[in-house]
């Protein structure tokens, strides 16, 4: 077990664990920050984080269930997550800036509730479930886009937790993939509905809630059950 108690800079490296091998923090509140791309963890343990920090651009793979206490602060990075279950956890903040998060879990996982910028769920193989949100009464916000893609086929459970889902750009559903709506909680979307798999309504509503235009395409048959704007002027093209 390596144990953080201070703040820490990692500058265009790794932090790499094995077998059992976990990161902690016994006291304080440090924070650990991250420049350029790397890799963390890999081991079976958990990577636990008082503050996690992301200072420029890059990539960040994080091989091991990773646990923020504080605050994630995201940066420019895309961060790929490839553990199953639940690879991620934020105690408090997220705060996004620019980044991307990809959700890569080949075994079903869970989607953190937190706001992203770019949420990305593309398995690199099989055919994972990933839930969205970790229990019922949560919140999963995408400030710009949602992609559903990669090369093995997910589909996306949002009708089991119910979590409002708010995406203020666009929803992509990539081919051989599948989103499953909930049948209670609010979908909010703000841009541009692109269905190249396969969308499940549950008899749940979409509610288009941006003047922006948006273009709601299919490459197959495609039914919902209510489908609305509130947003006055706005313009709907199918």
Known sequence: VLNINAHTEVKGGNIITAGSGALNY?????????????????????????DLTALDIGTLTLNSTTSVANTLEAGQKTWKLVG???????????????????YEAVGNA???PATYYNLDISP????????????TGQTIRAQNN????????????????DPILDIDGG????????????????????????????????????TLD???????TSAGSMSFYNLTSTAAGKTILF
Do not use: C, M, R, W
Not at 126 to 135: A, K
């Open 26 to 50: 016994t006291s304080g509140t440090p924070k650990v920050s991250i420049y350029g791309s790397g890799s963390l963890g890999g081991g079976a343990g958990t990577l636990n984080f008082y």
């Open 146 to 161: 949602f992609t559903i893609g990669g090369a093995g086929n997910a589909t996306i459970d949002a009708n089991t937790y």
């Open 210 to 216: 941006t003047t922006n235009t948006s273009n709601i």
């Open 124 to 135: 690199t193989s099989g055919s994972p479930t990933f839930l969205l949100g970790t229990t």
């Open 171 to 206: 929803l992509t559903i990539g081919s051989g993939d599948t989103f499953s709506a909930s049948n209670i909680s609010a979908f909010n979307l703000g841009g541009n509905f692109t269905n190249n798999g396969a969308f499940t309504h549950n008899n749940g509503a979409i």
């Open 110 to 112: 869970t989607v953190t």
């Open 84 to 102: 199953a279950y639940e690879p991620l956890s934020i105690g408090q903040n997220l705060i996004a800036s620019s980044s991307t998060f990809k």
